[in-house]
């Protein structure tokens, strides 16, 4: 029987587990939603069958349920060699993926505060996990610490110094996984060493950021404290002037309203009115719907603005990359957004952009580009498994 490597990414309501081979061949998947609430329930990948959830079940009910399904389909007879989870904020201690052991469970648990909805919930993930399978080996891999090599000029905001030394108030950047697997499959594919190779790496999902990778390390990058910075997101408004705060408390609206329409109200959803799904409004604006149009319009003029300011921290750029549920499928995004952006010298060709993926073509630049423009799916939960083994196996410890 093959060694096997468990990802988990536990959120607030939900729990995803995926199961590699160590040659990093994924062989399973599943997912437990709306844990907590009355229809909570699992399932895995490419079965039909959902496995039903106790009203009252928690993460860790939820993954035992995941666990005994794929031990039932004979997809896992022995403990895992490792587990890896994803965790969305290392604070300054992290600058790497780190084996989980007392001293490092305290740390996740200082940077809580730093990131109160997700830190506490991992945590969960990570307990449930040593419960079910003592002994084993378990890695925490942070969003944020890829992002831990930006420059202080970068990192910092203009505010009193005393929030940063007091309180850590400053830029971390989230998505680490995904733009530095970007990063080295930018590398893979263009024949060049990783350490030399510098990008703009886009991930466009229902959360979405950006980031100016110089010789392979971050050095710029759009979120900022919180997940909240930066481009237009599904339902996370980006960029807003901070004055809004005083103007919003003057027409009555409190803190916690105000985090409910910048996270959850805003972004695509709320400019369109209508959904955050990227692919749902692309059908809304084609048929004539207004608001769906503009959100479009505003999500692409913001990115490329976005692309713009990165260049700000590169002395080169091998590629463009474009990532992410929207960034690798919505062929509409990327050239509105590249419309905006021919006087920097980054042009696309038509049919290689429309055509990507039906030909497996990742570079979708047109011959008078100044720089190359690649497509590039994502895979983080590969990278999480990836870190997972070799810090099992090398039984480093942060
Ligand atoms: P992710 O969070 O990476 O799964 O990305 C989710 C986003 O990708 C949603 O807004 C989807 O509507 C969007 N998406 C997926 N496929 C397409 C597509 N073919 N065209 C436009 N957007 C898409």
Same mark, same amino acid.
């Given at each position: 029987?093959?060694?096997?490597?468990?990802?988990?990414?536990?959120?607030?309501?939900?729990?995803?587990?995926?199961?590699?081979?160590?040659?990093?061949?994924?062989?399973a998947a599943g997912l437990a939603e709306r844990i907590g609430g009355p229809d909570a329930f699992a399932s895995l990948t490419g079965t039909r069958d959902t496995l039903p959830l106790a009203t009252n079940a928690g993460h860790k009910e939820a993954l035992q349920t995941l666990i005994d399904a794929l031990r039932a389909q004979g997809l896992l007879r022995e403990a895992p060699?490792?587990?890896g989870h994803r965790v969305v904020h290392g604070g300054?201690?992290?600058?790497?993926?780190?084996?989980?052991?007392n001293p490092v469970l305290s740390a996740i648990h200082e940077c809580a505060s730093l990131a109160p909805l997700h830190n506490p919930v991992n945590l969960v993930g990570i307990e449930a996990t040593r419960e079910l399978f003592p002994g084993v080996s378990q890695v925490a891999v942070f969003d944020t610490a890829f992002h831990q090599t930006l420059p202080d000029y970068?990192?910092?905001?203009?505010l009193p110094e005393r929030l940063y030394k007091d309180w850590g108030v400053r830029r971390y950047g989230f998505h680490g996984t995904s733009h530095s697997f970007m990063a080295s499959e930018t590398a893979r594919l263009l024949n060049q060493s990783p350490e030399t190779t510098s990008i703009i790496s886009a991930h466009l999902g229902n959360g979405c950021s950006i980031t100016a990778i110089r010789d392979g390390a971050s050095v710029d990058t759009s979120m900022g404290l919180t997940p909240l910075e930066g481009l237009v997101m599904g339902t996370r408004s980006? !960029?807003?002037?901070?004055?809004?705060?005083?103007?919003?408390?003057?027409? +009555?609206?409190?803190? /916690? !309203?105000l985090h409910r329409l910048l996270n959850?109200?805003?972004?695509?959803? +709320?400019?369109?009115? /209508?959904?955050?799904?990227?692919?749902?409004?692309?059908e809304l604006a084609e048929q004539g719907h207004e608001a769906s149009a503009l959100a479009i319009e505003v999500f692409c003029f913001r990115l490329a603005r976005y692309i713009a300011a990165m260049m700000a921290s590169l002395t080169r750029l091998d590629a463009l990359v474009f990532t992410g549920g929207i960034g690798e499928n919505s062929a509409l995004v990327r050239s509105k957004t590249l419309a905006h952006l021919s006087l920097v010298g980054l042009s696309l060709d038509a049919e290689r952009n429309r055509d990507h993926g039906k030909q497996?073509?990742?570079?979708?630049?047109?011959?008078?580009?100044?720089?190359r423009i690649l497509v590039i799916p994502t895979n983080e939960e590969r990278v999480i498994a990836s870190e997972a083994l070799t810090i099992a196996r090398s039984g480093a410890s942060h």
């Open positions: 029987m093959e060694a096997m490597v468990l990802v988990i990414n536990c959120g607030s309501s939900s729990l995803k587990v995926a199961l590699f081979d160590t040659s990093l061949n994924k062989l060699v490792a587990i300054e201690t992290f600058r790497e993926a780190a084996l989980i052991n970068a990192y910092r905001y203009a980006g !960029d807003i002037d901070p004055g809004l705060f005083d103007f919003l408390r003057s027409k +009555g609206i409190n803190a /916690e !309203d959850h109200d805003s972004g695509l959803l +709320g400019l369109s009115g /209508e959904t955050n799904d990227m692919r749902s409004l692309c497996r073509e990742y570079r979708i630049e047109s011959g008078d580009s100044r720089f």
